[in-house]
């Protein structure tokens, strides 16, 4: 049976969890595909369930990652669809922080020529992310719009893509000057410092006191600030989950200005029901990517070996765009 390099984690607690072992690697069920992993993308939400906050229980032990792009080097005796060799990338429910993934045959996306593996992985789940967010969760033609984490990866494709549907003016946020220059260049029209207070002062100046029509926010430190300038019939979009985040509202404050606060979870999208929501959303990414009209960064790769160095970054906030470990790289 043959063997692989593996991420696997079999105790909550700092990056230095994340242990590279040799495991056996399986053969494909039916409906199957064995992928030599060349790229997996490393998000927070790894980082939440590395330390048990996620939102939904992570048992031990686990094999983090859910992303990853390569080459298939095996088919189930029932794929059809795709051949030995094909370039795909997909999401995985685990085990794709490794130098092979199985992944079921439905989920793989072939991956056309002038996209590279790392590219592909930013599109999984925070592409997705991003198309929903500014297409199926809120309209955003002729709005203004608040970014929390403009430089991240989700938030720099959002502010692309809020651009392209015709979003009036966005704003957003970031933890540095670097990452507020590279926000304004990507797009933003005012970057606040995500570390400082009152900044929902300037957002009201900018919009000549109407304030925000849709807000995104999802760590928690912005949540407070971005419902000071939400403006009428405004809509807070909560999408993600802070470390050890704890908010309250009154929701009569809600009900006075005809605010909507709403929440969003990529997962509970993979379900049949949304699949052709999903694949006209991988569609315009890929499409995008290739012509041009959607810039994906590619902050760090990390190899294998390196994994807890990959989540140490994102967690000290030194990552602008994409992180990915490439698990052949030495």
């Not at 939904?56 to 990853?68: D, F, K, N, Q, V």
């Not at 300038?229 to 009154?250: A, M, N």
């Not at 190899?303 to 470990?325: C, F, Y």
Request: include cysteine; aromatic fraction near 6%.
């Amino acid at each position: 049976m043959r063997s692989a390099r593996q991420v696997v984690v079999d105790r909550f607690g700092g990056p230095d969890v994340l242990k590279v072992i040799d495991v056996s690697i399986a053969s494909p069920r039916p409906d199957q595909i064995l992928v030599r992993v060349e790229a997996a993308g490393v998000l927070y939400g790894d980082i939440m369930r590395r330390t048990n906050r996620y939102l939904t229980e992570t048992p031990l032990p686990y094999a983090p990652g859910t992303e990853i792009a390569g080459t298939i080097v095996e088919l189930g005796n029932k794929v059809s669809a795709l051949t030995l060799g094909d370039r795909v990338f997909c999401r995985v429910g685990s085990q794709g922080y490794s130098q092979y993934a199985l992944a079921e045959a439905a989920q793989a996306i072939p991956l056309p020529q002038g996209l590279d593996f790392a590219e592909a992985t930013a599109l999984l789940a925070q592409g997705l992310t991003a198309y929903l967010l500014t297409h199926a969760v809120a309209s955003l033609r002729d709005k203004s719009v608040f970014i929390e984490s403009a430089a991240g990866g989700v938030g720099m494709q959002m502010t692309q893509i809020a651009r392209a549907v015709g979003a009036a003016f966005v704003a957003g946020s970031a933890s540095s000057e670097e990452k507020r220059v590279f926000a304004r260049d990507n797009g933003v029209d005012l970057v606040v410092s995500s570390v400082e207070r009152g900044w929902s002062e300037q957002i009201m100046q900018a919009t000549d006191g109407r304030g925000i029509d849709v807000g995104y926010e999802s760590s928690g430190a912005s949540f407070v600030e971005l419902l000071r300038c939400l403006g009428p019939f405004g809509t807070l979009v909560k999408f993600g989950r802070g470390v050890d985040e704890h908010q309250s509202i009154d929701p009569s404050k809600l009900v006075g200005r005809n605010q909507t606060l709403r929440g969003f979870h990529l997962p509970g999208y993979f379900g049949a029901a949304h699949r052709p929501l999903l694949d006209t959303a991988m569609h315009y990414l890929t499409c995008a990517v290739l012509n041009g009209a959607l810039k994906v960064q590619i902050s760090h790769r990390y190899p294998l070996q390196d994994a807890s160095l990959a989540h140490q970054a994102i967690e000290e906030r030194r990552t602008i765009g994409k992180v990915v470990l490439e698990p052949w790289a030495s």
